[in-house]
């Protein structure tokens, strides 16, 4: 079995997840109203996602403390993140769903804006299993 | 020349009155021999068992009915109510009576019931309140008690319900499960968002049978409980500890599947159900109290 493709740097991740989702055709096909920034907190890494218009515009790595706003979190330990970003992941790792109510997932801040846009992120979050782990 | 088919699938409607209301019930059925009633998840529809609806070899031996649950697919909400003035919360005691109501229009002799997620746990409901009128009772993705889904957001009025039912239930199918098969549910997962959140409040609410497993009459009808590996909901460690307290109960783990599993992937569900029907059959012929 070999190993997922991990990016080596927090940088070179988020260049690998923003041209992924921005070539993604699903994405692409339904994304003209996804709009919207989150925090993915990796506990190791942190990395805010602004998507304008189906497009990831810009992903800050480790953000300090009031850097930069976002609407929503989804926060989970490193090894659930490790988890998401094998090819095919284990049972419970397999969506952001799954990982709340089975492992240490945590949905926080306003859920509205990520339900108003639930499609998109849950194909956003998949394509960690092409990208790889965020940490 | 014509590459077309016409399925030997057919559907039919059927007047069913239970509880003082009146329905009109859409099924689609194939085959010869033992009816097996399948009900749909919640929110969905019974195109959730097309699969099994053509499957030639189970068909040859059973006679396979997937209906829509009132409100769903192609059956309307109550024909003779103002529905639309009152909220839906679909209750055990209901959704049983509506099961045997329609059992009892269809004249179905000896049926075995299937359901799956919150039919899972209906079948339980029914092997519980009346044992004497099924032959067993398949429960699919089912538990004693399954909290945490009775959510607003299926309905919030600021987001799009469609997406979010479909997209929120995604994650209940296994990545290993075909990608057509898991969006053709998806799709059916849109069509249902009015009905889900009532349907809901069966499965995360009303049905709650801790303390309860020990009087199910598991010699008169059979239970055999069958939980997919990537269920976040109904772990199969939830299916199984529900199966052990039933007496006669049986557990199958099925791996790489999920929540869905006649509907995400067919293939693999039915290799599961054949062993389910066999282990059912093989109960009735021999039940635990005569082997004693």
Same mark, same amino acid.
């Given at each position: 079995?070999?190993?997922?493709?991990? %990016?080596?740097?927090?940088?070179?991740?988020?260049?690998?997840?923003? &041209? *992924?989702?921005?070539?993604?055709?699903? !994405? #692409? %096909?339904h994304?003209?109203?996804?709009?919207c920034?989150?925090?993915l &907190? *990796?506990?190791?890494?942190?990395?805010v !996602? #602004?998507?304008?218009?189906?497009?990831v515009?810009?992903?800050?790595?480790?953000?300090?403390?009031l850097?930069?706003?976002?609407?929503?979190?989804?926060?989970?330990?490193?090894?659930?993140w490790?988890?998401?970003?094998?090819?095919?992941?284990?049972?419970?790792f397999?969506?952001?769903?799954?990982a709340?109510?089975?492992?240490?997932m945590?949905?926080?801040?306003?859920?509205l804006?990520?339900?108003?846009?639930l499609?998109?992120?849950?194909?956003?979050v998949?394509?960690?299993?092409?990208?790889g782990s965020p940490? | 020349?014509?590459?077309?088919?016409?399925?030997?699938?057919?559907?039919?409607?059927v007047?069913?009155?239970?509880?003082g209301?009146?329905?009109k019930?859409?099924?689609?059925?194939?085959?010869?021999?033992?009816?097996i009633l399948?009900?749909h998840?919640?929110?969905?529809?019974?195109h959730?068992?097309?699969?099994?609806l053509e499957?030639e070899?189970i068909?040859?031996n059973?006679?396979?009915?997937?209906?829509?649950?009132?409100?769903h697919?192609?059956s309307?909400?109550?024909?003779?109510?103002e529905?639309?003035?009152?909220?839906?919360?679909?209750?055990?005691?209901?959704?049983?009576?509506?099961?045997?109501?329609l059992?009892?229009?269809?004249?179905?002799?000896?049926?075995?019931f299937?359901g799956?997620?919150?039919g899972g746990?209906v079948?339980?409901q029914?092997?519980?309140?009346?044992?004497?009128?099924?032959?067993?009772?398949?429960?699919?993705e089912?538990?004693?008690?399954?909290p945490g889904?009775?959510?607003?957001?299926?309905?919030?009025?600021?987001?799009?319900?469609?997406q979010?039912?479909?997209?929120g239930?995604w994650d209940?199918?296994?990545?290993?499960?075909?990608e057509?098969d898991?969006?053709?549910?998806?799709?059916?997962?849109?069509q249902?968002s009015e009905?889900?959140?009532?349907?809901?409040?069966?499965?995360?609410?009303?049905?709650?049978l801790r303390g309860?497993?020990?009087?199910?009459?598991?010699?008169?009808c059979?239970?055999?409980?069958m939980t997919?590996?990537y269920?976040y909901l109904?772990?199969?460690?939830?299916?199984e500890r529900?199966a052990?307290?039933?007496?006669?109960?049986?557990?199958?783990y099925m791996?790489?599947?999920?929540?869905?599993?006649?509907?995400?992937n067919?293939?693999v569900?039915r290799?599961?159900?054949?062993q389910a029907?066999?282990?059912?059959q093989?109960?009735?012929?021999?039940?635990a109290?005569a082997l004693?």
């Amino acid at each position: 079995m070999s190993a997922p493709t991990r %990016a080596p740097s927090a940088e070179e991740w988020a260049a690998a997840f923003t &041209d *992924a989702s921005n070539t993604d055709p699903e !994405i #692409q %096909a339904h994304g003209k109203y996804f709009t919207c920034s989150y925090l993915l &907190d *990796a506990t190791e890494r942190t990395y805010v !996602i #602004q998507v304008e218009s189906g497009k990831v515009t810009h992903v800050t790595v480790d953000p300090g403390p009031l850097d930069v706003p976002y609407q929503f979190a989804i926060r989970a330990s490193a090894e659930t993140w490790r988890g998401f970003g094998e090819e095919t992941p284990a049972a419970m790792f397999h969506g952001i769903w799954a990982a709340s109510f089975q492992r240490d997932m945590k949905l926080e801040g306003d859920v509205l804006v990520l339900m108003q846009n639930l499609r998109c992120i849950t194909r956003q979050v998949e394509l960690l299993r092409v990208v790889g782990s965020p940490v | 020349m014509s590459n077309s088919k016409i399925s030997p699938v057919t559907g039919h409607y059927v007047s069913v009155d239970v509880d003082g209301l009146e329905y009109k019930v859409f099924y689609l059925e194939n085959g010869t021999g033992q009816p097996i009633l399948c009900q749909h998840t919640a929110g969905c529809h019974n195109h959730q068992w097309r699969g099994l609806l053509e499957d030639e070899e189970i068909t040859a031996n059973y006679r396979v009915i997937a209906y829509d649950l009132p409100r769903h697919g192609k059956s309307d909400p109550p024909e003779n109510t103002e529905w639309w003035k009152e909220e839906y919360q679909l209750s055990a005691e209901h959704y049983s009576n509506f099961i045997i109501a329609l059992a009892d229009a269809l004249e179905l002799e000896n049926p075995i019931f299937m359901g799956s997620s919150f039919g899972g746990n209906v079948a339980l409901q029914l092997a519980l309140r009346r044992p004497d009128r099924f032959a067993g009772v398949l429960s699919v993705e089912g538990a004693d008690y399954s909290p945490g889904f009775y959510l607003d957001w299926w309905q919030h009025p600021h987001a799009n319900a469609a997406q979010v039912c479909a997209s929120g239930t995604w994650d209940l199918m296994a990545p290993q499960s075909p990608e057509a098969d898991r969006w053709k549910t998806w799709f059916y997962y849109t069509q249902g968002s009015e009905a889900f959140k009532g349907d809901l409040h069966f499965y995360s609410v009303d049905h709650d049978l801790r303390g309860r497993l020990g009087e199910i009459d598991g010699e008169k009808c059979p239970v055999v409980m069958m939980t997919g590996e990537y269920d976040y909901l109904t772990t199969p460690e939830d299916s199984e500890r529900t199966a052990n307290a039933i007496t006669n109960g049986s557990f199958i783990y099925m791996p790489a599947i999920g929540h869905f599993p006649m509907s995400e992937n067919h293939a693999v569900f039915r290799t599961y159900l054949i062993q389910a029907l066999e282990l059912l059959q093989a109960k009735r012929e021999k039940p635990a109290a005569a082997l004693a």
